[in-house]
């Protein structure tokens, strides 16, 4: 019996592997994965990333937002790389553009 155990694996390592489309199929299947991919993950985000920058350069003096700090101001200067805000009376702050989350209120 010890004979046949050491046999039977030999022989099935000696064996050709199926001819046929394997390889193809595991190729079209890691390109559809990453299609799902690029459309569940990756194109969402850039559009969302589009959209921020596109409302960073339309704020000017006046608009009103909320930093992502969670920091409510009013635009009182607009910088090439951040904005001065004023927070309260009397109390100004510059921060960079890339902490603006949201638009509260636009200026007429």
């Known amino acids: 019996m010890t004979k046949m155990f050491l046999i039977e694996p030999a022989a099935v390592i000696g064996q050709a592997a199926p001819a046929g489309g394997n390889g193809m199929i595991m190729l079209l299947f890691w390109g559809l994965f990453f299609a799902a991919m690029w459309f569940l993950l990756i194109a969402p985000q850039r559009k969302k990333q ?12 006046g608009d009103e937002i909320i930093t ?14 951040r904005f001065a805000l004023r927070v309260g009376d009397g109390t100004k702050v510059e921060i ?12 007429d």
Do not use: P
């Not at 596109?54 to 003096?61: A, H, N, P, Q």
């Open 50 to 61: 589009k959209q921020h920058q596109k409302m960073l350069t339309e704020l000017k003096s």
């Open 68 to 81: 992502s700090g969670g920091v409510y101001g009013t635009i009182t200067n607009v910088r090439e790389d």
């Open 96 to 107: 960079n553009k890339a902490f603006v989350h949201a638009v509260v209120k636009k200026a």
